[in-house]
């Protein structure tokens, strides 16, 4: 996928989940307090959250679109991380306070402080909307987040399918408030909350990983060098290092080759890694092959710059 076409695809996801939770954070915020309903309300504020951190997200991921500078050799994209990590703290406050909420409502109805007596018909038809809606969403922004491994977008992903579960449990309190137990709606909102929660500290962990810089899996790793094993004159591989730029990566591989070739076969060899390595590794902007002489005295010891 070129650079254009993965920049147009992952605004149109921003773009759509910004649009649908306007729609629905004014929608679910509004016959939640007039349906009586905290499920729905709980819900409502996330969508209001969502709608913030979208805007910003969408900020970053214009400016990631620059190209590198001399201040900045490998670009912008590592702005798209920093997306991803504005996405999960909003998620992470959203939760916090839905809980607290919650909790709050929970207490009042056990302790006899509060008159609550179920929501409205139709904030049970919202909350199925939202999750049908949700659903689509969630489909279409995890399939484009496979596309163009950007992280911001993978990060909106896992909030769609947070506000799926998050719209099931509100039906679901809703539902049982309206038969009789009224302690069900605001406890829904609780268990909302546990959701949201969840994945805002997941949108951390990996957004945090890419920007300081974590290694590949294993699988990875393990595939890189089977790949380079498999190049004539490469020994063995000594070390494998990647760094995250958005989704591209620049890699920095370490070989042992025959201690007694000259420089200019290290060469031929490094060049043929770099070539295994660009035409397999998706998203890979550069490669750094340094080598080694093993099992014999070295002749000359060279490394690519």
Sequence with gaps: MDAGHRERQSLRAVDLGLAANTLLAA???VLGIAGHSPALLADGINSVSDVVYLVVVRVLMIF??????????????RLESIG??????FVLATGVAVLLDAARQVWGLLSGGSDYAGAEAYALWVALLTMALKLGLWTLTARIS????????????????????????????????????????PAAAGLVALVILRTGISILRESSNDLLGAQPGQPMARQIREWL???PGVREVQEVRAHSFGP???LNVTIGIDGTLSVAAGDAIAD???????????????????????GSAPAVLGARP
């Design 27 to 29: 929608l679910k915020s």
């Design 64 to 77: 990631a679109r620059k190209p590198a500078d001399a201040e900045h050799p490998y670009g912008h994209e």
């Design 84 to 89: 991803a990590l504005v996405v999960g703290c």
């Design 146 to 185: 496979r596309r163009t491994a950007n992280p911001a977008v993978a990060a909106l992903a896992l909030d769609h399918r947070n506000d799926v579960l998050a719209a099931g449990a509100a039906a679901a309190g809703i539902t049982l408030g309206r038969a009789g137990l009224p302690w069900a709606d």
């Design 229 to 231: 094993l498999g190049v």
């Design 248 to 250: 591209f990566l620049v």
């Design 272 to 294: 043929e890694v770099e070539r295994v390595l660009h035409d397999r590794v998706e998203f890979l902007r550069q490669v750094h092959v340094h080598y080694h002489p093993v």
